[in-house]
């Protein structure tokens, strides 16, 4: 095949992945956001680029010099990282004894409110939420050291068998995960990080029939402990939908499940 016609496809195929590219993350723009959604839209960059996920393999093959090194990703990492301030020790301390006294307050309702069942809403997509999820077996986890968040992945039991399979590109019908959120807790005396109050869980499940018109998943978040529903209409999972988009090869998942996964134990 002539050079001319390897190289004018992947140009093409470049061109519209950088327009898509600004659609979610345009340095034009992006000064114009708070500084929290910047730093969100950032860490998520950051992220795909960790999982391998970017760049795009067709940008490496017309730009192959375009790879980020260790020691470049250190510094996105730390620029994302809100270094202590030795000055600020006091308001730190007595920030860290108000979080923790607001996680027990709502750790208090929580215990309470679990002696009612809570009727929890489907998302505006229709997906239902699935009380049953904290039953399920953690298969990763990761943390948002960019806001102070912690999350853990559980899989459902037909997840954890396709990966004790190896079968996870793609995963199968009835795959569900659940992605759990908590605020990261001061460090106590000994450096110990734990979470502290809940945010929200997330769930992905996969039916490729069902869900065709969104990437063969129902995507649905709960926030807060009444775990109401997120977004304002079903145009929510747009948000879900282009998060993953970089991980399309990959079945849209960015979990990277934990080794030595066995079907049916703990």
Known sequence: MPWFDQVVPAYWLVTADVKEA?????????????????K?????????????????????????????????????????TTPPDPSNAAE?????????????????KWVQASQ???????????????PDYNNWKAISSTDRFDNHTMREILGND???????????????DGAAFAKVAWQQAAPDEKGV??????????????DSAKYASSEGWGWGRWRGTDLKPYGKDAQFQNECMSCHEPVAKNDHVYTMPFSGQTAGGQ
Do not use: C
């Open 22 to 38: 600004r659609k979610h993350l345009n340095f034009s723009e992006i000064g114009k956001l708070p500084a929290a959604q910047q």
């Open 40 to 80: 969100g839209f950032l860490f998520e960059a950051v992220n795909m680029i960790q999982m391998g996920a970017m760049p795009l393999p067709a940008y490496r093959r017309v730009h192959p010099d375009a790879v980020v090194t260790p020691d470049q990703l250190t510094v996105l990492r730390n620029y994302l």
């Open 92 to 108: 730190v301390g007595a920030k860290a004894v108000t979080d923790a006294a607001a996680t027990d307050v709502q750790y208090g």
């Open 116 to 130: 009612t069942a809570l009727e929890v809403k489907p998302e505006w997509n229709g997906v239902p939420f699935d």
């Open 158 to 172: 037909v997840a954890v068998k396709a990966i004790a399979d190896g079968h996870i590109n793609p995963w199968p």
């Open 193 to 206: 990080v734990k979470t502290g109050a809940f945010i929200q869980v997330e769930l992905m499940v996969k």
